[in-house]
């Protein structure tokens, strides 16, 4: 699927720059997620695809440049705003509340759609049971997706980190996102796991019809899920294209292999 | 070892997770209910002064235990509960309205002391609170006032409508009341959104915020409930001990609280009853001690806030997870009896995090 002007894009950063001192993470990219695909971006170790993902859920200010959700300027919306536009995101390393049941942490998933306040929550009235209730059947819907039944009651602290990926994927699902950013889901999953993976997304993207942006190492993942591809090295886009389009295209081939 | 059967989501939100569960508090409370007919008057005291504690770990275990705050300068606020209960009674105000009163307002003054607060954890926040208890300190000794100034102030009796609550049998029943609502509106609070959010800040700020949790919203709201719980032990506390001076709320009060949730074991509100327990009667303790000792250890003044720092440390190398932790241990013992394993709850290093967005 390339973009098509007509259509109206998901996503649409324009010229981003994000410097740290002298370097330049992020220099003037620009790109667009149309509804309903999924988008990877691929590039060498530094390229700036995490940092993108920084600008894109607001942990980080761009120094130029502006990103639109759904045609709003979203460039200022303060960070714990993201998740109510429907912007849900993981991290590299997993970024889970540690102490806690894989139960509670996707129930924190459910906290942008809380109706209740402090006063309701401290009396325990009845409207708060219902949306408890109401919470974990939403919960379970995702558990179901994507199979964690089994440790539904087990303390992060204690799963096996390719188990931790998931529930991190889940607990962003909980958010009900419309846009799910993924950073390097496949890192540290065996291959079998990482299989698992691309038919989950895959589910993801088509069950529940969330657009996916996910930045990843292992091309073969990439290409079997992806619609469109985009590299960057040292900050810049180097191509934005089809999976087959990437592979051959002579600039990402010398950013990976040099000259 | 027990299974449970579910067949339904609420018996995950419900207080009571099984029958043994019933049973056993129904027993502990039948116990409490009986202890004022075979007690003497001391003991009696004494139980009343930990279930004040306990209120008040109630409070700090909420935003040190729950949301990773860590604050030397809850005795401020214990303080601040004391006097302006303590004041109110004086202008004649009815004891339910003024202990309410004394509550609303530490809880925000403990918001607005919440705001400075949003910016520092660890040792920062540390050492900010105990700035702020240092403050509330000489306040206390100079607004002569409203507060006595050294002089102190006393307490007036409490008493609901024509029923006096002084006397240690009815005082005790006062204090245990107080303590189960407490309890109960902290259950309530930790089974629901905003407990959530708490305990998500306290695992992963950067991910709460990206879960749409607002940090300063809800790191202000766990300051004021935490301010607010431990406000309402001082206007007990104002009764138990009946004369108010700025020297009963120093920096020792807010080691012993900050010892008390942590001895008891941070993060479960069961850590909290263990923990007001062993301080309740840790002095207690120590002065068997002191008894026993050569006198020439004995006599040392600082003995008793020795022997507290001294069991901190202890605590924090040997049980971080505090009575409560040792208690899950022993439990998991007889539930896996044959089977225990010594490696079972051995403390594994955790996975690399994200160090970058620090």
Redesign the interface.
């Known amino acids: 699927m390339s973009p098509q002007p007509t259509e109206k894009s998901l996503l649409a950063a324009n010229g981003l720059t994000l410097t740290f001192g002298g370097v330049h993470a992020v220099d003037d990219v620009s790109f667009s997620v149309e509804p309903g695909e999924v988008f990877s971006i691929i590039g060498p170790n530094g390229a700036g695809k995490?940092t993108l993902f920084?600008l894109i859920?607001r942990?980080y200010d761009a120094n130029a440049g502006t990103i639109s959700f759904e045609d709003d300027d979203i460039s200022a919306v303060p960070?714990?705003?993201?998740?109510?536009l429907g912007i849900?995101?993981t991290?590299?390393?997993?970024?889970?509340?540690?102490?806690?049941t894989v139960?509670?942490n996707l129930?924190?998933?459910?906290?942008?759609h809380?109706q209740?306040n402090?006063l309701q929550?401290?009396?325990?009235l009845p409207s708060?049971?219902k949306?408890?209730?109401a919470f974990?059947?939403e919960v379970?819907d995702i558990i179901d997706l994507l199979d964690l039944q089994h440790y539904r009651h087990q303390v992060i602290?204690n799963l096996p980190?390719g188990i931790?990926k998931m529930v991190e994927v889940a607990?962003a699902l909980c958010?009900k996102p419309r846009l799910l950013l993924l950073d390097e889901p496949s890192s540290g999953l065996n291959p079998e796991e990482t299989e698992d993976l691309s038919f989950q997304i895959e589910d993801i993207n088509e069950e529940l019809g969330t657009t996916v942006i996910m930045v990843e190492h292992d091309m073969n993942l990439v290409s079997q899920v992806s619609d469109r591809v985009m590299a960057l090295a040292d900050g810049k886009r180097l191509a934005i294209g089809t999976p087959q389009e990437i592979q051959q295209h002579p600039e990402v081939l010398k950013a990976y292999l040099g000259d | 070892m027990r299974f449970i059967r579910k067949t339904h989501y609420k018996q995950d939100i419900q207080l009571f997770k099984h029958e043994g569960q019933v049973f056993w508090y129904g027993l502990l409370a039948a116990g409490l209910l009986a202890a004022p007919f075979l007690l003497s008057d001391f003991y009696l005291g004494e139980l009343s002064l930990v279930f004040i504690y306990a209120i008040a770990g109630i409070g700090l275990m909420l935003l040190t235990g729950y949301t990773g705050l860590v604050s030397l300068g809850h005795a401020a606020f214990l303080a601040i509960g004391a006097y302006t209960h303590a004041y109110f009674l004086a202008q004649g105000w009815p004891f339910l309205l003024s202990a309410t009163t004394a509550t609303l307002f530490t809880a925000l003054i403990g918001g607005i002391v919440g705001i400075p607060a949003l910016r520092m954890t660890g040792i920062y926040l540390a050492v900010a609170t105990l700035a702020f208890a240092i403050i509330v300190e000489q306040v206390l000794v100079h607004w002569e006032s409203v507060t006595g100034g050294f002089r102190g102030m006393a307490v007036e009796l409490p008493a609901i409508g024509a029923l006096a609550l002084d006397g240690s049998f009815n005082f005790y029943f006062l204090c245990l009341a107080v303590l189960v609502v407490s309890l109960w509106l902290a259950l309530n609070l930790l089974r629901s959104p905003t407990g959530r959010a708490m305990t998500a800040i306290r695992d992963s700020e950067i991910s709460a915020q990206s879960m749409g949790i607002h940090l300063a919203y809800t790191k202000t709201t766990a300051f004021a409930i935490s301010a607010g719980f431990t406000g309402l032990a001082g206007s007990l506390l104002a009764h138990k001990i009946g004369y108010l001076a700025p020297d009963s709320f120093t920096l020792l009060t807010s080691i012993q609280l900050l010892l008390m949730v942590v001895v008891g074991g941070l993060g479960s509100l069961h850590g909290v009853i263990y923990g007001a327990i062993f301080i309740g009667f840790l002095p207690q303790g120590i002065a068997v001690l002191r008894d026993t000792l050569p006198s020439g250890i004995a006599q040392i003044p600082g003995l008793e806030p020795g022997i507290f720092g001294l069991i901190l440390v202890l605590v924090l190398i040997y049980e971080p997870l505090g009575i409560y932790g040792r208690w899950l241990k022993i439990r998991s013992y007889f539930e896996a009896f044959p089977l225990y394993r010594k490696a079972m709850h051995k403390r594994q290093r955790s996975y690399l995090r994200t160090e970058r967005l620090r």
């Open positions: 995490t920084n859920s942990i960070t714990h705003r993201i998740a109510e849900a995101r991290f590299q390393n997993t970024e889970l509340f540690e102490q806690e139960l509670r129930l924190i998933g459910q906290h942008v809380r209740t402090l929550e401290f009396l325990f708060v049971r949306q408890e209730l974990r059947k379970e602290a980190y931790r607990r958010i």
